[in-house]
């Protein structure tokens, strides 16, 4: 868009609109900079201006998530404000009670990120002033904790400002229902349909900024003992007779997990922890990672390295918010480090909550997620269930007794948390650890058994990041218009149109997606990212491994999967990129 256009009398009418309404000083006074540039002919002021009101933040897989900054298309104070108002009179409409001790009860909570507290607080004076009852997290904390929160206390919804593992620059604005707000299968997980849709009405409907209401004061801060309470209740998952002498490496990714994942491997008597200390301490600007994510690559590499001196068994990161678990140990096919998938780390806590803990009930995954679980679960006389993508849909699957996405999220305690929470999983993590070193083994060696008895499962992802979202849509209507008759050699015997399945024949709700299926057991889902300008492929791959293979088999097999992957990979890129 030239500056011209950006500049168009409507639009400069509009930001000049936003100024005045905006309650924050900081971005009232960057706008006003942008659009005086942009009047100066600045093409980046025009353009920056035209990105930042060229929509309004929507509630998707994870409430609001974006760049912080002036405008509707950010998140700033002026927006969090008109959520917080929205899902009050959202909550007051549904239950009523304003002002009095039926009066919908919210916990919020914010992550250390730049901004975070500020809008928890501000968070709280307009929900409060609304005719709320609020509870506010005394300074930042993980977000599995209001999600516990939200359940122990009954509470109607909970919020948490957060933007977990994204950029620096980016926040976010997380919300669960519970209580008299939720149905019971929902009762502290992430707001889904109609809910999200109602909530954005509430919130398109709030009039001007300066016109909400503020309490200066009227809500509670957390009790001391709520947090106490979640520890004891993650720490109690660790079986009390399994070993507890294992050496872990730990880093909370400059994020707000630290101090409480320390305490609890402690409680649990995992004494041996070795904190990642440029990591331990919160930091809003991430100083020592590129993206603060365990997932990207160079992320770990500090613990890798600590892994390395003080030759440690297991290495356990944590993102910034806490609620994603991720693990590496030292391959013994490779003779190195690497982390496992987060499918490789599901089935693990799968199968350790069937044969150890003896946990019954469904055990779930998303539909992009690997098919290794279900095909374990089954085998071992539980119910598997797959979901659609994110958390919202996982943790609301009947009987859930455990569920995961391969993007490093786990519920491995869904009467304690029915989200994913990366700080009881790492306890669970530290307890398989611990009991393959008592075996003198590893966690590869164990998934390593179970491809013997299940087959060798190996997945991995392609992502096309893109700039303009057009070609998200234009790639995925390529895909249905031709999609490929040979995958890697082996002729394509399904194609499935996600967003035309039904309950029916895919056990799934209609969502945008494509399923390939090979004759050599292959699969490709290929969706739109929900939080990211990125189409991905979530690609699987099954070598079939007898029962008395060798370790050496085991490694040839594994090459080969790896092999079978990338050549999967390099073709759905030629397709999809035309």
Request: include cysteine; proline fraction near 6%.
């Amino acid at each position: 868009m030239s500056a011209a256009a950006a500049l168009s009398p409507a639009l400069a009418e509009q930001v000049e609109a936003w100024i005045a309404d905006d309650p924050d000083v900081a971005t009232r006074a960057a706008l006003a900079s942008l659009l005086e540039q942009a009047r100066a002919g600045s093409g980046a002021a025009a353009a920056e201006i035209a990105d930042a009101f060229s929509g309004t933040l929507q509630f998707g897989t994870a409430g609001l998530r974006g760049a912080m900054g002036p405008g509707p298309n950010r998140m700033n104070l002026s927006v969090v404000s008109r959520a917080a108002r929205g899902l009050a009179d959202f909550l007051l409409a549904e239950l009523g009670g304003a002002g009095t001790d039926q009066a919908p009860l919210v916990v919020i909570g914010n992550d250390a990120r730049h901004n975070s507290r500020a809008f928890a607080e501000a968070s709280a004076a307009i929900m409060t002033a609304a005719g709320c009852r609020v509870v506010l997290s005394d300074g930042h904390c993980p977000t599995p904790l209001i999600a516990y929160a939200v359940r122990r206390l009954g509470a109607d919804a909970g919020v948490v400002v957060t933007a977990s593992h994204n950029p620096p620059a980016d926040n976010g604005y997380k919300v669960y229902l519970g209580g008299r707000a939720a149905t019971p299968e929902g009762n502290g997980v992430q707001i889904v349909p109609p809910s999200d849709a109602q909530i954005a009405q509430r919130i398109a409907a709030v009039g001007p900024v300066r016109e909400i209401p503020l309490a200066e004061s009227g809500w509670d801060l957390m009790d001391p003992a709520l947090p106490e309470t979640y520890l004891r209740a993650i720490c109690s998952l660790v079986h009390p007779d399994s070993p507890r002498e294992v050496r872990i490496v730990h880093t909370a990714m400059h994020g707000v997990g630290g101090q409480a994942a320390q305490a609890a491997f402690q409680r649990a008597g995992f004494t041996e922890v070795h904190p990642v200390a440029k990591q331990a301490d919160p930091d809003p600007d991430f100083p020592t990672v590129a993206f603060p994510n365990p997932e990207e690559k160079g992320a770990i590499d500090l613990a890798l390295e600590l892994a390395r001196t003080v030759e440690a068994d297991v290495v356990i990161a944590n993102d910034p918010d806490a609620d994603r678990c991720a693990a590496a140990v030292l391959d013994p096919h490779l003779g190195q480090w690497r982390m496992l998938t987060g499918d490789e780390l599901g089935v693990l806590l799968g199968t350790q909550l069937i044969r150890v803990h003896g946990r019954e009930g469904a055990f779930a995954n998303s539909v992009v997620s690997s098919r290794w679980l279900s095909r374990i679960a089954t085998a071992e006389g539980r119910e598997a269930a797959t979901t659609l993508t994110g958390f919202k849909w996982i943790a609301r699957a009947p009987r859930i007794a455990f569920g995961y996405e391969e993007a490093i999220g786990y519920c491995v305690a869904p009467d304690v948390v029915k989200d994913k929470d990366g700080l009881s999983a790492g306890l669970l993590v530290a307890e398989m650890a611990a009991q393959a070193r008592a075996d003198d083994r590893t966690l590869v060696d164990v998934l390593d058994d179970l491809a013997r008895e299940h087959g060798l499962f190996a997945t991995s992802q392609l992502s096309l990041r893109v700039e303009d979202l057009a070609l998200i849509p234009a790639m995925m209507q390529r895909l249905r218009d031709a999609p490929p008759a040979v995958l890697a050699a082996s002729p394509v015997t399904a194609v499935q149109d996600l967003a035309e399945g039904s309950l029916a024949t895919t056990g799934l709700p209609p969502t945008d997606g494509m399923l390939l299926a090979t004759t050599d057991d292959a699969r490709v889902i290929v969706r739109p990212s929900g939080t990211e300008p990125k189409l991905k492929c979530y690609i699987e791959v099954v070598e079939h491994v007898a029962p008395e293979a060798s370790f050496e088999d085991l490694g040839a097999a594994r090459e080969r999967a790896a092999a079978h992957l990338a050549q999967i990979t390099e073709e759905m890129r030629a397709l999809l990129l035309g």
